[in-house]
């Protein structure tokens, strides 16, 4: 019985439904030379139970500790059936390529059984379709868990199941029984009993997991921008955002050769050079099209194999600037090789030709531990860091054919994962003289996956291009190579807004932001009062964020709502981290999604920035909205910050350029600030404070001419309006209001008394 290390413990603690640690393998095999053309499921079991002394991974499981008071440990699982674990599917007709990459995303998408060994084999048929690839081909799924991946070696189920020889020349593998294995949770305890006597500090451990849950996020997002040390500066895009469960996957292959011959262009090139120019091409034409493309280069998260004694290897995540302001295919990969030269891991990195040496390297086993090792990076960083735009992961692979129960393969490729404001990983494969490139994403993020992957061919065509005609002039500019009117308006830069006086709040009320805390204990003082406020109809409520913060900030107003009788729901995502991507549309979506399931229109509350989200989604879905209700939102939007504090602006910068601050992102065009400026045609309540130290109140202050906007004022801190007594009376009343009959707010009970008392907060 054998302890997880700390390291894995964490990768289990990063385990959540959104983002499941785990890599998925994908293989396609060809078994035309099998007798009968054919490999049945019950021959991939047996094959596989003959196999099953070839790693831990296949009979192990996880015993976790009662309370959660130490790490898990790994046991024989004495229930273990094969079964269990290998599936067969198959596509329906037509069986084509888009399916099996919508079925590839789903099974990755699903978590593994933590209390079953992890791991999971998905055998697929039916791939009629799929014109690349030979008659009656099959696919191979492999899904393990990054805990039970080996750290150092990178061992997994699949090293052990493929095979570098023929089937007459593959030796039969020995059958190994299963050894029973059971633990006892009063067995555990008594360990765990003695590591806390012989070491004191292991208590913090449990502590210390408490309080991180524990803590607001938006006190923890302001000290990480305080206490960050990022030298590189990076930019927000539409793939720096919060990930879902919902996975999308897709794949472009290349002849090997013809890769080679781009590498030939530049002398002391790479191919991992050839593939960061390839991938940085598909990225700047992809922003392009979306007119999002920055004017900065985009940074990517480069893994390299480094040297190391002994038989273990090492793997390392490096940033690397990618140059996607250069539009000619040949110059940017002469830029990308020249600082590959001029890395300091260049002496110590593995060259490529020994990782394509099978048998020191076996493909499986790399990817498994460059994916591996990248969920360990990113569960090191710190929240909302930003380490890169993507992540581009190579992996060579050997150029020799690989079997398996004498199938030969003829694709290899993979799922790399995906983490909090890293929304596109790119994982390159070469096996057999083909390159595999295969993005991974979310749906919310990139949800035309398959216009991505033709803005890779469209790259390999560029490169190609360049390649046999050199002489020719090329296009230096993404505007010319595109077709596309360069339309990304900068910070101040010719944005459409009215010049006016900008005021920003006091930097006295921004220091007495921390009273927040104190309105924070007095809700459940007032909550008597509250209770008191008339009873909800039950119709659908839903409440947006601010500003880097989550659910967790809204969470006292949903409980209080949710006491008052209306349903009510989150906006669906984690943190609110600004306007990058398709924001408005993923949460017009879910509200059309809330409207009918209840048949019923939906009220939008939303604090700061998810006020101004609110008031968009109004505008343009009138028919589906009872009511918008924005606490210390800025009615628009300002090149200048929308009045915001410069000290929280400057500490926000730190870290973020060119991002939610300062002309709100990179991604506001003329067209889309006019769209935001608009009121919505629905009752709205603006709820403001003259003591607002992030927001100055002129901001926050409605002036829709229309009968259905009301702004009513409270005494409080930007942070803590949401939560404040005022407020969710204010709230309580706007939505105690029958459908369809607006009245204005009267000041009454709680409010009347703050305003009789206190009339110059």
């Given amino acids: 019985m054998r302890q997880l290390s700390k390291w894995d413990s964490r990768l289990l603690d990063r385990d959540v439904p959104h983002g499941n640690v785990s890599s998925t393998g994908i293989y396609i095999f060809d078994p035309t030379e099998l007798p009968g053309g054919k490999l049945s499921f019950e021959d991939l079991l047996e094959h596989i139970e003959r196999r099953l002394h070839t790693s831990p991974i296949f009979t192990r499981k996880l015993a976790q500790v009662p309370l959660d008071l130490d790490r898990p440990y790994w046991i024989e699982d004495e229930y273990f059936e094969l079964e269990d674990h290998v599936y067969h599917v198959a596509l329906p007709k037509p069986g084509n390529w888009q399916q099996f990459c919508t079925l590839v995303a789903r099974m ?34 492999a899904k393990v868990h990054h805990a039970a991946i080996g750290r150092k070696t990178g061992s997994e189920i699949m090293a052990g199941l493929l095979d570098s020889l023929s089937p007459s020349e593959t030796p039969a593998g020995r059958l190994k029984a299963v050894s029973p294995g059971s633990v006892d949770s009063t067995e555990l305890l008594l360990r765990t009993s003695y590591k806390y006597a012989t070491s004191p500090l292991r208590v913090i451990r449990p502590a210390k997991k408490i309080i991180s849950r524990s803590v607001p996020s938006v006190v923890k997002f302001y000290g990480n921008q305080l206490f960050s040390h990022n030298s590189q500066k990076i930019s927000l895009t539409r793939f720096n955002r919060e990930v879902t469960s919902r996975r ?27 593939i960061m120019a390839l991938c940085s091409g598909a990225l700047a034409r992809y922003l392009m099209l979306k007119q999002e493309l920055p004017e900065k280069s985009l940074t990517g998260l480069i893994p390299v194999a480094l040297n190391k004694s002994g038989s273990s290897r090492k793997i390392s995540f490096f940033q ?7 539009a000619d295919p040949i110059e940017r990969l002469k830029v990308i090789s020249r600082e590959s ?3 300091d891991y260049t002496d110590s990195a593995i060259k490529a030709t020994e990782l394509t040496d099978i048998n020191k390297y076996r493909l499986s086993e790399t990817l498994a531990l460059a994916s591996r090792t990248l969920s360990t990076k990113l569960g090191k960083n710190v929240d909302f860091s930003l380490l890169a735009h993507c992540c581009i992961t190579n992996v060579p692979g050997t150029q020799k054919p690989i079997f398996l129960n004498g199938a030969k393969m003829v694709y290899a490729s993979g799922l790399a994962p995906l983490s909090e404001g890293l929304g596109l990983s790119i994982t390159a494969n070469s096996y057999n003289g083909r390159l595999h490139i295969s993005p991974t994403s979310c749906r919310e993020i990139l949800p035309d996956i398959t216009e991505f992957t033709q803005c890779l061919d469209d790259s390999f065509a560029a490169f190609m291009a360049a390649v046999k005609q050199p002489e020719k002039k090329r296009k230096n500019d993404w505007t010319a190579v595109t077709g596309f009117a360069r339309n990304v308006e900068l910070a101040g830069e010719g944005v459409g807004y009215e010049e006016g006086e900008r005021h920003e709040p006091q930097l006295l009320h921004t220091l007495l932001e ?6 924070l204990a007095a809700f459940p003082l007032s909550f008597p009062f509250l209770r008191n406020m008339p009873r909800g109809d039950g119709h659908p409520v839903m409440v947006l964020p601010g500003l880097a913060a989550d659910n967790g900030t809204t969470k006292i107003l949903r409980f209080f709502l949710k006491k008052q009788g209306y349903i009510v729901h989150t906006w669906g995502f984690r943190r609110n981290t600004g306007l ?22 939906v009220t939008l509350i939303g604090h700061s920035m998810g006020g101004l989200i609110a008031r968009h989604v109004a505008y343009d879905l009138p028919e589906y909205i009872r009511q918008v209700i924005t606490v210390g939102s800025p009615n628009g939007v300002s090149p200048k910050g929308s009045n915001v504090s410069n000290f929280v602006a400057r500490l926000y910068l730190s870290s973020n350029p060119e991002t939610v601050i300062e002309g709100l992102n990179l991604h506001m065009t003329k067209d889309r600030m006019e769209h935001w400026r608009s009121a919505p045609e629905v009752p709205l309540t603006a709820i403001y404070s003259r003591t607002d130290g992030i927001v100055h109140w002129s ?36 939505l105690a209001q029958a459908e369809d009959e607006w009245h204005p ?5 709680l409010y009347a008394i703050w305003r009789k008392f206190l009339p110059y907060l």
């Fill in 108 to 141: 990755h998408s699903r978590p593994l059984d933590l209390s079953r060994p992890l791991w999971g084999i998905y055998m697929v048929e039916g791939l009629e379709e799929m014109q690349n690839f030979p008659a009656g081909s099959f696919a191979i799924l």
């Fill in 248 to 274: 999308v996957w897709d794949s472009c292959s290349y002849d090997i050769d013809d890769i080679r011959a781009i590498k030939k262009t530049v002398p002391g090139s790479s191919i991992h050079d050839v």
């Fill in 320 to 326: 690397r600037l990618l140059h996607t302001e250069i």
């Fill in 341 to 343: 030269a001029d890395s």
């Fill in 514 to 519: 921390g009273r927040a805390v104190c309105e």
């Fill in 580 to 601: 990058a991507g398709n924001l408005e549309e993923r949460v017009a979506e879910r509200i059309k999604k809330l409207y009918l399931r209840s048949g019923r229109k």
């Fill in 699 to 734: 901001s926050c202050v409605d002036s829709a001419d229309h009968e259905l906007s009301q702004n009513v004022r409270i005494p409080s801190s930007h942070i803590g309006m949401i939560h404040h007594p005022m407020t969710l009376w204010v709230i309580a009343d706007r």
């Fill in 745 to 749: 707010f009267v000041e009454k009970g």
